[in-house]
């Protein structure tokens, strides 16, 4: 059982993901609110792995660390395969997402039919490109390369191994720099999803904090923006400035977002067990 008093290790994602929780250790926000948070953070070049072997997945099951963040979509898959987390909290509502593509030929969805788009297996990647795609084309004309973590993609389509990659934020402006250009866009749920005994005093704090972040994030965006670039090779990132983010505040998760988002997985195969909301939130 966590104790009070015991320091909260967070896992960060890459790019726009976690960005919040960066801010709050920056501004001091987690003191501020009585928290003694440790920020963790995660490799941008991460491989193609199967879902528990992954390092953030490795961290939380073997309770190393207290929370990461991850996509709705995930988080209720990770929970369906027997994953101790439990989804705390939702950090933002507006976490973009792009197709992305250099080719001038490829300039609309339909000509991503039967074309592999680079992806990470089971991650916000692979489920916002079906999301994005799957009202323009066929599903069945909707394919997927698992490739990995973002800088993984990114470098594939700048090398011509790929022709369309799926990118969030930071990495879609990163990519229009170096020539790319979006096919498909959207905005999707980031979670936090974390142990299901951290205490809810301590959730509630994380909120605050969170909130407080996203505050400042979209009042001064510059003041922070090389905090996000830091997981960026000095030669991808000479002379990128990203334009600005926007988060929507944090709030607690609903039933009406886990019955839609639970009907959209079950319908196309990704979940198999018959989740409940209460078999996905802490107590």
């Not at 605050?208 to 905090?227: D, M, P």
Request: aromatic share 10%; charged share 25%; glycine share 6%.
């Amino acid at each position: 059982m966590l104790k009070k008093s015991k320091k909260i290790k967070i896992m960060t994602n890459t790019g726009a993901f976690g960005f919040p929780w960066l801010v709050a250790k920056h501004e001091n926000l987690f003191k501020r609110f009585g928290l003694d948070v440790e920020i963790v953070q995660r490799d941008p070049y991460a491989p193609e792995e199967p879902v528990f072997a992954r390092k953030k997945e490795r961290a939380l099951e073997s309770e190393s660390i207290s929370l990461y963040s991850i996509c709705e979509w995930g988080a209720l898959q990770r929970i369906a395969e027997g994953s101790i987390g439990k989804i705390l909290y939702v950090i933002s509502t507006k976490s973009p997402f792009a197709v992305m593509a250099i080719d001038p030929r490829i300039k609309s969805v339909k000509e991503l039919s039967i074309l592999p788009i680079g992806v990470k297996s089971c991650a916000g990647s692979h489920y916002a490109t079906i999301r994005m795609l799957e009202k323009r084309i066929p599903i069945e004309e909707i394919k997927i390369k698992h490739i990995g973590g973002p800088l993984n993609r990114l470098e594939a389509l700048l090398t011509g191994k790929l022709k369309a990659v799926t990118l969030m934020e930071h990495y879609i402006d990163l990519a229009k720099y170096h020539g790319a250009h979006a096919i498909a866009k959207g905005n999707f749920s980031e979670l936090a999803f974390g142990r299901g005994d951290l205490p809810a005093e301590m959730r509630s704090k994380l909120v605050l904090a969170v909130r407080e972040a996203i505050h400042l994030i979209n009042k001064n965006w510059k003041k922070y923006q090389q905090i996000l670039l830091a997981d960026i090779p000095p030669r991808l990132k000479r002379g990128f400035t990203p334009k600005t983010i926007r988060y929507s505040p944090p709030k607690f998760y609903s039933p009406s977002d886990f019955k839609k988002t639970k009907e959209w997985m079950e319908n196309r195969g990704f979940l198999k067990s018959n989740l409940t909301f209460q078999d996905v939130i802490t107590s």
